[in-house]
């Protein structure tokens, strides 16, 4: 198969550092039919938006974006979390699994918010990834 590189990707995707991921990231991008994206790999992923550690964190991903958008005209974010996120403090700092999803749903969709107010004509797509299948 021949590759053209001047096709444009779909999207821009911000998702976690954390190698135990990338196959369920891979299974995601898969179910949102998205082939070609420009990749963003922070510790924490969405959280560098939602609830960044420091504001740099946050001004890179929002340069970024503007970026995919500028330059390879990228038409969607697609925002991910994961389960057990040492940057968010671990599965250990949740009561519980259910605790524990809803809030990655809840930071996600502060991201998601961010996005949209900043970036208006940009879709944007939230995906938690788990262990589970």
Avoid at 49 to 68: C, E, F, M, R, S
Wanted: contains cysteine; aromatic residues 6%; glycine residues 4%.
């Amino acid at each position: 198969m021949q590759n053209n590189h001047n096709e444009l990707p779909e999207a821009l995707v911000l998702t976690c550092i954390d190698f135990r991921f990338q196959e369920k990231l891979k299974d995601a991008l898969v179910k949102l039919k998205i082939k070609k994206y420009d990749l963003l790999a922070l510790a924490g992923g969405a959280k560098n938006l939602a609830n960044p550690t420091k504001v740099i964190y946050q001004k890179t991903v929002l340069d970024n974006i503007k970026l995919a958008a500028d330059l390879h005209k990228i038409k969607t974010v697609i925002l991910t979390n994961h389960i057990d996120c040492g940057a968010y403090g671990g599965s250990g700092k949740h009561k519980s699994s259910r605790e524990e999803i809803v809030f990655h749903k809840c930071e996600l969709k502060k991201a998601e918010e961010l996005i949209k107010k900043i970036f208006p004509n940009l879709k944007v797509k939230i995906e938690l990834l788990t262990f589970d299948k």
